[in-house]
């Protein structure tokens, strides 16, 4: 099968299958690294984390955003054994302060800088047409000094009225609050 005939649909858009296939295959990479990790320096290690673990958990990650916290502690876990793994050790004591030494945001914040860079390059024009076409710049009134352009926000908010609750997640709308 393709990769893209792999991903589960999920009707609800709660994403938990998604999310299991995210933590199985970061956790088999782990345990391999772990296998040839005596050999390897930490700079090694560091990249291998990188290339193998980070880009999976980054993967259209922004996708992730607003759905259980549960599940976002599932991504959570293998990060904390990728910095386990970096550092070796293998008991699960402490690793926010390790993680933040090798400068790894968490999970949750990882996916708010995906959004917030996503809409970055929205408004910097360095994006493909399909996001431009459906996010609205706000115009600045040039003629009149008004108490609304003391709102520095740069996009306007769209209103979407769900019918269903079911497709509250589908239509959502998130972006960075600068």
């Known amino acids: 099968k393709q990769w893209y005939q792999r991903r589960v649909r999920d009707e609800q858009l709660l994403l938990d299958k998604n999310v299991s296939h995210i933590v199985r295959g970061c956790m088999g990479y782990l345990n391999n690294l772990w296998r040839i990790g005596d050999k390897l320096d930490k700079d090694s290690k560091i990249r291998e984390v990188n290339v193998f673990i ?65 809409v970055y390059n929205v408004v910097q024009g360095h994006s493909p047409c399909y996001f431009t076409e459906n996010i609205d710049k706000k115009q600045a009134n040039q003629r009149y000094d008004l108490r609304g352009d003391a709102d520095k926000t740069v996009l306007k908010k769209k209103s979407i009225k769900n019918l269903d609750k079911n497709t509250e997640r589908g239509t959502s709308v998130a972006g960075p609050a600068v």
């Open 54 to 118: 980070h880009s999976k958990l980054d993967f259209c990650n922004s996708l992730l955003f607003g759905i259980n916290a549960s599940q976002i502690e599932r991504l959570q876990k293998v990060q904390n054994a990728a910095v386990q793994y970096i550092h070796k050790r293998k008991q699960w004591k402490g690793t926010t302060d390790l993680r933040r030494k090798l400068h790894f945001l968490p999970m949750s914040s990882r996916i708010i800088f995906k959004i917030g860079l996503l």
